[in-house]
């Protein structure tokens, strides 16, 4: 079974200064890697994905993750933190074949301070 | 094009009760998943519907059932509510064919229950 370990249930940032969310997989197949993001009261939106190919994914917002397969991890960066990035952030993991178990990370609430 | 539309938002129960959460998925989509995200975890999978059947499901006892119609909404039922049980409940929904399947999911806004 595949599971999601994300390091960090808060990560506190100022605002212009560099995001960087971790997170590491488990699977026993290759996986497909995403990361969402949950604003208060709201459901969760994509950020991101890796499915194949390039291993630099870009996202909205100007996050990017990179999938490293050596070292089992999917970390989501940001160069310069906006105020409007405080959120909750999930990493998700689930099997190339189907999705009808994808997995998440218990979640990183990042704080953006003035 | 309207996205995942999931209803009651909010709505409080007592133990012992059932609730029924209903849920429409994005259009063109024909696969719905149900998720239990309880305060401060993440998303916690309990089933998915295809085709009208349960096709997996996560580790959650029998009082949670599901449904799913022919126009593709499901349905989530909860009998004999716990305390436990209050939690945001969360639908997602994706195509299943396998031109388009890519894993990515599309969530609701989700329904939050209280159970008292």
């Known amino acids: 079974a595949q599971s999601v370990t994300q390091l960090g249930s808060h990560v506190s940032v100022s605002e212009g200064a560099l995001v960087l969310l971790r997170c590491n997989y488990s699977?026993?197949?290759?996986?497909?890697l995403f990361w969402y993001v949950q604003y208060p009261n709201q459901g969760l939106q994509l950020l991101l994905k890796?499915?194949?190919?390039?291993?630099l994914v870009k996202g909205i917002n100007g996050f990017e993750a990179e999938f490293k397969k050596s070292e089992t991890s999917f970390h989501l960066t940001k160069p310069s933190a906006h105020m409007s990035d405080a959120a909750e952030y999930f990493c998700a993991v689930t099997r190339r074949v189907n999705n009808n178990d994808m997995r998440f990370g218990a979640g990183t609430r990042l704080t953006v301070k003035p | 094009d309207a996205g995942v539309t999931q209803s009651p938002t909010h709505l409080i129960k007592t133990r012992g009760q059932q609730v029924t959460l209903r849920c429409s998925p994005k259009?063109?989509?024909?696969?719905v998943s149900w998720y239990q995200q309880a305060l401060g975890q993440g998303p916690q999978f309990i089933f998915q519907y295809y085709e009208e059947e349960e096709r997996q499901r996560g580790n959650f006892p029998d009082r949670f059932s599901g449904h799913q119609f022919p126009n593709y909404s499901s349905e989530l039922n909860v009998n004999a509510l716990l305390l436990g049980d209050s939690a945001l409940y969360l639908c997602?929904?994706?195509?299943?064919?396998?031109?388009?399947?890519?894993?990515?999911?599309?969530f609701g806004e989700g329904s939050r229950l209280t159970v008292l």
């Open positions: 699977s026993s197949v290759p996986p497909y």
């Open positions: 259009s063109g989509h024909d696969t």
């Open positions: 997602a929904s994706t195509p299943i064919g396998n031109i388009s399947f890519t894993g990515e999911l599309f």
């Open positions: 890796y499915t194949t190919g390039a291993t």
